[in-house]
């Protein structure tokens, strides 16, 4: 397992057990952690109905495997981005999605001035557009929802994608959020460039 190349900055695996204690403390679900939904979005040909999504927890303490699920989509997904200054501020609240007993993609979110901000939200590219990301989607919002929070995140633009651009658009406004901010430095490295996102709760 890589370990950060930053002193001070944590590894992984300690960004994951920080993760899961977090969890565990505040998440007061159904016993197993599991929650299975219909997505949307599927591209035809494919049923939500006969391949649900299963969202598992990765605080419940009989579910250690998921740890490792979510461990490998970060690793998989997100490479090496867990040698930054902020890594340790990932996040409060996470979920696994899952096919067919196979985790397909992931959402971490953290409480940071005064809402809910989505830290990172990843689907295998395999899997898109078959409905995971708006189930992960769905359960931050209603999330967001029980404890009355905004809900943000960051939307990283693709250099000369106005295609990758446009779907990422579409999917965050189809599910209520608005663009806020444009940031033109955000990220360190390029693309630097992030919209801003941000879906009312509180009224």
Do not use: W
């Amino acid at each position: 397992m890589p370990q950060s190349s930053i002193a001070g900055v944590p590894s992984v695996n300690e960004i994951i057990d920080g993760l899961v204690v977090t969890c565990r403390m505040i998440l007061r679900e159904s016993p197993g952690g599991m929650v299975a939904v219909v997505g949307d979005g599927q591209q035809p040909g494919t049923s939500a109905q006969s391949s649900p999504i299963t969202l598992c927890d990765v605080g419940k303490c009989c579910e250690k495997e998921n740890v490792q699920k979510l461990k490998m989509l970060m690793q998989t997904l997100f490479p090496g981005m867990f040698t930054t200054a902020n890594a340790h501020t990932i996040g409060n609240f996470g979920r696994i999605a899952c096919k067919n007993d196979k985790p397909v993609g992931f959402i971490v979110c953290r409480f940071m001035n005064g809402m809910l901000y989505i830290s990172l939200i990843g689907i295998l590219p395999e899997y898109r557009r078959h409905g995971v990301g708006s189930a992960l989607l769905h359960h931050a919002v209603n999330y967001a929802t029980t404890v009355k929070k905004d809900i943000q995140l960051h939307v990283q633009v693709r250099l000369n994608s106005d295609v990758g651009n446009t779907i990422a658009q579409d999917f965050y406004q189809k599910h209520g959020f608005i663009e806020t901010e444009s940031i033109e430095t955000y990220y360190n490295n390029p693309p630097r460039a992030a919209f801003l996102y941000t879906k009312k709760i509180c009224k």
